[in-house]
């Protein structure tokens, strides 16, 4: 038997090398953890899409993204999440019409977790998922084919250009990735709202769109894209104020009048939990990481998600060479990341010839973002949706 | 009109509409297939599709099991060409399992006990007598060693097969059925593409999973971890939860009640017809897994016995992951639990005598 760690390609070592092969010989492919952003100027706009459960803080990522002449978004793929699809999907759509941009294909994604029973988060959103502010029936259509297969295409028709932007569950990407195995290796980049490395949300362990379904969440990490997280670490400190609903009122356009309107509704709803400020803005964050990464700082880690905990299922676990403030020499600094184990829980069965515990190198597969200059983020934020 | 000419209108039109029926007779079906190759049990299933005049194969999609998937696909190719069905496309599924992976299985080996058996995971190119399939050893995923049986030259189509199931089964609302020879990926995708594949689809059918049996599992002592279902269990779990018509499982229960022997390998090597040749060259003796379940769809009263069980797996990911689950028809169980005709006893000289007409018989003209 050959050891974890060394001997054939794990899943995860596969599709990286493979990544790295199309990456150097056509400049296709994903890009470095370091360089994950919109390209401004001369690059043009960025291929994008976003997968979303809208969702408050949704709605208010999919407005950002219609206002940001630097995407172009190539589609929209609601999945559920916050509130089942049968919301989800009309609450994209809504989105959509509100910005005037119904040239953007919508396509339903699923119904619930691959493998778990779907958890929704009414009592954080509102039973229609948007706090409780009602807007028209949308008249748009969603296409015809299922998101998983329109995400596929997406990715084929652009290899190395798309980035996915991830601000629900992550059930309709880990069915595109499974269903394509070269998938992984033609997408540019991936940047989601979820996880966390200091507690969750919903449980203490596990913020809430890797905890709806960790089994997609694992796969996604597995999947060797470069991922950018954006989670909790951040998002709890992207409190909505009444403020900001204040400027949103304040705005001429559609947008920023559906967007006062949500908030001053979604604010409405916190408050009456008692809340002083909030709702948080967790997935518009998302949005900004990728449209300008500079107003968060991140640190390079190995992620994997706990699929099996009775009490942690769905979290993220952050492994890192570094120790906080003891620095090392370069030399050991280099030697420490390159010698680093990931480890797994101790043995329960004595008399294993080869150690259980170790479970992979360290390779990093995830820039996490840890620190948040919120002010310049509601900047960006409240001032595209009210320009 | 000449009266001659209405009678010769007349027979023309009635050859016309009994070629109708007899293809409104067939069985839609698509055969998702584990294709380790040559000549395995899973490419003589194949075969048995693909030789009897019962169906209609409307494609062939791979997944990763016995072998990985992209050597399995050219395995595939290969063998429709050998069998002049280069009509039936390929679609090529997924190359990991959901969640279940290489590096997994060896952390659960370390702490539970040896596995006999892990398909594209295991390397047997040590072992005294290696069967052609076996003979490779192991190798990573995308790679494809060279092809005893010849390289293919026809292709897969490019949709993935989840797709092709997922636009199959809306092409033909109730009458397709879906047969798994393998672990469930790509089925269990499909259904997490589009939840109305399990209510559009006719039927499925699959080999897979352990009952009671005491050998035939991937370790020893313990028949209810059957490999197809071990390598996917989060498939499973997925594919078993869901709404479906009817579901037909042949288990290795009845599996390890068959046997390819010596005498059905001599009348094969009777017959000058390619696949005839292919078999006699590779096919080794072995238990006939994935043919019972083939050969019982174009005759059920190969099946002597069967029960009606409602039939889920373990995904808890301790000792006891990948293990079948079962309850008599009777049981309690919650609503999400499905009854399935699970198959026990088999009339062995019908299933030999059946494999034999169809494997010796000329090439089916499409």
């Given at each position: ?19 790295a092969?199309v ?18 100027g001369?690059?043009?706009?960025s ?6 459960d ?8 999919l ?11 190539e ?6 999440g ?5 919301l ?7 989105m ?5 941009r ?7 994604g699923a119904?619930g977790?691959?493998?778990?029973r ?15 502010a009602?807007f028209p029936?949308?008249t ?6 299922p998101?998983?297969?329109i995400i ?10 798309v ?5 629900g569950?992550?059930?309709n ?29 919903i449980?203490p362990?596990?913020e ?5 379904d ?5 796969m ?19 409190a909505?104020t ?12 559609p ?16 408050r009456?939990q ?22 968060l700082t991140?640190?390079n ?8 905990g009775e009490?942690?299922a769905?979290q993220?676990?952050?492994?890192s ?10 030399e050991m600094?280099?030697k420490?990341e ?38 310049r983020?509601?900047?960006?934020l ?6 | ?7 010769v ?10 070629t ?18 040559p000549?395995?049990?899973?490419m003589?299933s194949?075969l048995i ?15 990763s ?16 060409e ?6 039936v ?8 399992p959901?969640?279940?992976?290489k590096?997994e299985?060896e952390?659960?080996?370390?702490l539970?006990?040896?596995l006999?058996y ?27 060693p ?8 026809i ?16 092409k ?10 393998g ?15 399990a ?14 049996a005491?050998?035939g ?12 279902w071990?390598f ?14 009817k579901?037909?499982?042949t ?8 046997n ?18 292919y078999?006699t060259k590779?096919?080794e ?10 050969a ?17 797996i ?11 689950l079962?309850?008599?028809p ?6 999400y ?9 088999v ?5 030999y ?10 090439l089916?003209?499409?």
């Amino acid at each position: 038997m050959s050891s974890p760690l060394a001997g054939p390609l794990t899943r995860r070592k596969f599709v990286t090398s493979s990544t790295a092969a199309v990456f150097a010989s056509s400049l296709a492919g994903a890009m470095p953890l370091s360089q994950m952003s919109a390209r401004n100027g001369a690059g043009g706009q960025s291929r994008v899409i976003i997968d979303t459960d809208p969702g408050v803080d949704d709605a208010f990522a999919l407005l950002l993204a219609m206002r940001s002449p630097e995407l172009k978004i190539e589609a929209i793929t609601p999945v559920a999440g916050n509130v089942p699809l049968e919301l989800t999907l009309p609450n994209a759509l809504r989105m959509v019409e509100i910005a005037g941009r119904t040239d953007i294909p919508v396509a339903a994604g699923a119904k619930g977790p691959l493998v778990r029973r779907l958890v929704t988060a009414t009592y954080a959103h509102g039973e229609n998922g948007l706090g409780g502010a009602v807007f028209p029936e949308p008249t748009t259509k969603p296409v015809s084919a299922p998101a998983a297969q329109i995400i596929r295409e997406i990715i084929r028709k652009y290899p190395g250009e798309v980035t996915l932007i991830t601000i629900g569950p992550l059930t309709n990407i880990a069915a595109a990735l499974a269903s394509d195995s070269d998938l992984a290796g033609k997408v540019r980049g991936l940047v989601m709202m979820g996880g966390s490395l200091s507690g969750g949300n919903i449980t203490p362990a596990a913020e809430f769109n890797i905890y709806v379904d960790p089994e997609a969440a694992r796969m996604v990490f597995q999947s060797g894209i470069p991922i950018t997280m954006v989670g909790l670490d951040v998002t709890r400190k992207t409190a909505l104020t009444e403020d900001h609903v204040r400027q949103l009122s304040g705005g001429k356009s559609p947008v920023s009048q559906a967007a006062a309107k949500i908030a001053s509704k979604a604010i409405e709803h916190t408050r009456a939990q008692g809340f002083l400020v909030g709702p948080n803005m967790h997935d518009s964050l998302a949005l900004a990481a990728f449209l300008d990464p500079s107003i968060l700082t991140f640190e390079n880690y190995y992620v994997d998600v706990e699929v099996n905990g009775e009490l942690t299922a769905g979290q993220t676990l952050g492994y890192s060479p570094n120790q906080g403030d003891l620095k090392r020499t370069p030399e050991m600094q280099a030697k420490a990341e390159s010698s680093m184990v990931i480890r797994g829980s101790a043995p329960t069965v004595a008399g294993t010839k080869n150690s259980p515990v170790l479970r992979d190198k360290y390779v990093p597969n995830t820039r996490v973002a840890l620190q948040l200059n919120s002010s310049r983020f509601f900047d960006l934020l409240i001032g595209r949706l009210s320009s | 009109m000449k009266p001659g000419s209405f009678a010769v209108l007349l027979a023309a039109f009635s050859t016309l509409i009994s070629t109708v029926q007899l293809q409104a007779q067939k069985t839609k079906i698509i055969l998702d297939q584990d294709a380790r190759g040559p000549a395995t049990t899973d490419m003589q299933s194949l075969l048995i599709f693909l030789q009897s005049d019962k169906f209609d194969v409307l494609g062939i999609t791979t997944v990763s099991g016995d072998q990985w998937m992209k050597e399995e696909t050219q395995r595939t190719l290969r063998l429709l060409e050998i069998a002049g069905r280069t009509d039936v496309p390929v679609a090529e599924g997924a190359l990991f399992p959901l969640l279940n992976s290489k590096e997994e299985s060896e952390r659960w080996e370390n702490l539970y006990g040896k596995l006999g058996y892990k398909g594209c995971w295991s390397d047997f190119s040590k072992r005294p007598h290696v069967s052609e399939a076996y003979k490779a050893g192991y190798h990573d995923p995308m790679v494809v060693p060279p092809l005893v049986e010849g390289e293919p030259h026809i292709k897969p189509i490019t949709e993935s097969a989840a797709e092709f199931i997922v636009r199959m089964v809306h092409k033909y609302p109730g009458e397709v059925v879906i047969w798994a020879g393998g672990p469930m990926t790509n089925i269990a995708l499909a259904l997490r593409l589009d939840p109305e594949v399990a209510t559009l689809a006719k039927e499925l059918v699959l080999m897979g999973s352990g009952m009671y049996a005491d050998n035939g599992g991937i370790d020893r002592n313990d028949g209810r971890r059957e490999f197809n279902w071990w390598f996917d269990p989060e498939a499973v779990r997925i594919s078993m939860r869901s709404p479906w018509k009817k579901i037909t499982i042949t288990p290795i229960d009845i599996s390890v009640k068959t046997n390819l022997g010596k005498e059905i390998h001599e009348a094969i090597a009777k017959a000058d017809t390619p696949v005839a040749q292919y078999l006699t060259k590779y096919s080794e003796p072995g238990l006939m897994w994935d043919e019972l379940s083939a050969a019982a769809l174009i005759d059920p009263s190969i099946i002597t016995g069967q029960k009606e069980l409602y039939v889920d797996i373990d995904i808890d990911h301790g000792p006891s992951y990948g293990e079948t689950l079962f309850w008599g028809p009777d049981a309690s169980v919650p609503p999400y639990e499905h009854k399935a005709i699970v198959q026990f006893d088999v009339d062995t000289k019908k299933l030999y005598d059946l494999y034999i007409k169809l494997m010796t018989q000329p090439l089916r003209a499409h």
